[in-house]
C-alpha cells in the first residue's frame, strides 16, 4: 500500500505538514478528489491522510463517502469550480 512517504520524503516534512497545517474540509476534500484522480481506493487515500494529518485527519467513512460521491460526479458546483478549475 502506497503512504505520504512517496509525497513528503523526510519524517521531519510530514510532522512539519501536520502541526502546521490545519486543512479545512474544502481542502481535504480536493486532496481526496486527487488521489481518487491517481486511482487510489479509499483505504490507501486515508492511510495517506492520517499519516500525514494524524488527528486532523478525515474518518475513513467521510473518505469513502467523498469518493463515492465522486464516483457519482455528485459534488457541489462550488467544488466544482474549485477542483476542476484548469488555471490551478
Given amino acids: 500500500m502506497s503512504n505520504c512517504k512517496t509525497f513528503l520524503v523526510t519524517e521531519a516534512e510530514r510532522k512539519h505538514v501536520s502541526l502546521t497545517y490545519n486543512f479545512n474540509n474544502m ?39 467523498w469518493v463515492a460521491q465522486f464516483k457519482r460526479g455528485d459534488f457541489p458546483p462550488v467544488m466544482r469550480l474549485i477542483l476542476d478549475d484548469p488555471k490551478q
Avoid: C, D, M
Fill in 27 to 65: 481542502e481535504k476534500r480536493a486532496v481526496i478528489k486527487f488521489f481518487f484522480l491517481q486511482g487510489k481506493v479509499p483505504k490507501e487515500i486515508h492511510a495517506i491522510l492520517t499519516e500525514t494529518l494524524r488527528e486532523n485527519a478525515p474518518s475513513y467513512v467521510t473518505v469513502k463517502n
